[in-house]
């Protein structure tokens, strides 16, 4: 059994930012996916819990900044200029893998409950 706890999602106005924490522990790669209506799930963003390696969709690169804590018990997204585009329910991932990959990460099947992320203006 896998437990991650998830919290920051909300709505904001486009342009404006927030910051989504995903808690857990045991875990080498953490990340994080993001399903809109109608829309396949897609990574967002991925870290190398052992030395801070991250990794980007290329929708979210120059925007959202994945980072983590000390005990490397949280992984952190920060979203910055968000837009429509990025409303979406947004997932915590993690796994314990040698190459932390988007596709190894969600091939572990380790998800958050999710939180919704809301762009409006």
């Known amino acids: 059994q896998v437990k991650l706890e998830e919290s920051g999602g909300g709505s904001v106005q486009a342009g404006g930012s927030l910051r989504l924490s995903c808690t857990a522990s045991?875990?080498?790669?953490m990340g994080w996916f993001r399903q809109a209506p109608g829309k396949e799930r897609e990574a967002v963003a991925s870290?190398?819990?052992?030395?801070?390696?991250?990794r980007y969709a290329d929708s979210v690169k120059d925007r959202f900044t994945i980072s983590r804590d000390n005990p490397r018990t949280t992984v952190y997204l920060e979203m910055n200029n968000l837009k429509h585009e990025d409303t979406a329910m947004y997932y915590c991932?993690?796994?314990?893998?040698?190459?932390?990959?988007?596709?190894?990460?969600?091939?572990?099947?380790?998800w958050g409950q999710g939180t919704q992320v809301t762009v409006s203006g």
């Open positions: 045991g875990y080498s790669c």
């Open positions: 991932a993690a796994a314990t893998v040698p190459h932390c990959t988007f596709d190894a990460l969600a091939g572990a099947g380790n």
């Open positions: 870290m190398y819990m052992i030395n801070g390696y991250a």
